[in-house]
């Protein structure tokens, strides 16, 4: 089982929908990151959070909204999306904050599989 | 972007040794990641290289060479259960954790 927690595991919404992504982690991790997975293609990065500041936005649209209310929960918000929106969306933490010169690993939760309609 | 260049899909038997390799452009190069990935589950980390030379861990061990900007992951006594893709991840530029990843590696292990 995964230490980072994700909800929920499956989502389908319309496009003019709003919804919220969630994770959580308790290992006292200082970055949180949020990556978009499509089928048979890798993670790709899309926010990241060190320190409970918002360090690195990829380019993302903004009806993807990232939150993190406190150094244990991310969200991602979503709202007015495509369906090539429609991918799995891993969460994961490291101990280290983020942009360090050292490394820790990633820990990844089991992602939310989301299907826009 | 930074070119991360693994093969698309491999097959090994059973019992057997395979070798996954991994290249990567070497300007910034900060360290690489080897992530298991089974059919929709998260990535689960494997091993971690910054300098040349092999980390053994158990079945898997993990080789780097920085100057050849190349990295290969070795998985010994193949279980049916090894069966997932293998995903090679490097860390760019001093940015710590935030991985490029490559497109990852298919491995079907067959009886």
């Known amino acids: 089982d995964t230490e980072v927690t994700q909800t929920p595991k499956h989502l389908v919404m319309g496009m003019t929908n709003k919804k919220s992504l969630k994770c959580e982690q308790h290992m006292g991790h200082r970055a949180m990151y949020w990556y978009k997975q499509k089928a048979k293609k890798p993670p790709e990065l899309m926010f990241v959070y060190s320190y409970e500041k918002l360090s690195i936005n990829e380019s993302v649209p903004s009806r993807f909204s990232p939150e993190c209310p406190n150094s244990s929960l991310l969200n991602l918000h979503l709202h007015a999306l495509q369906p090539e929106d429609s991918a799995l969306y891993l969460c994961?933490?490291?101990?280290?904050?983020?942009?360090?010169?050292?490394?820790?690993?990633?820990?990844f939760g089991n992602g939310t599989r989301l299907t826009v309609t | 972007g930074q070119n991360i260049d693994q093969p698309t899909e491999m097959t090994a038997t059973e019992g057997a040794i395979v070798q996954i390799n991994c290249t990567y452009q070497t300007s910034g190069f900060n360290g690489l990641f080897w992530y298991q990935q089974h059919a929709g589950e998260a990535p689960t980390f494997l091993s971690y290289n910054v300098l040349d030379g092999l980390e053994e861990k158990g079945r898997f061990s993990s080789f780097l060479s920085r100057s050849k900007g190349y990295s290969y992951l070795l998985l010994k006594e193949l279980q049916m259960k090894d069966s997932a893709s293998y995903l090679c991840?490097?860390?760019?530029?001093?940015?710590?954790?935030?991985?490029?990843f490559g497109g990852g590696t298919r491995l079907m292990v067959k009886p």
């Open positions: 994961a933490s490291s101990q280290d904050g983020a942009g360090v010169t050292y490394n820790s690993p990633l820990h």
């Open positions: 991840a490097v860390s760019y530029n001093n940015a710590g954790n935030m991985l490029t």
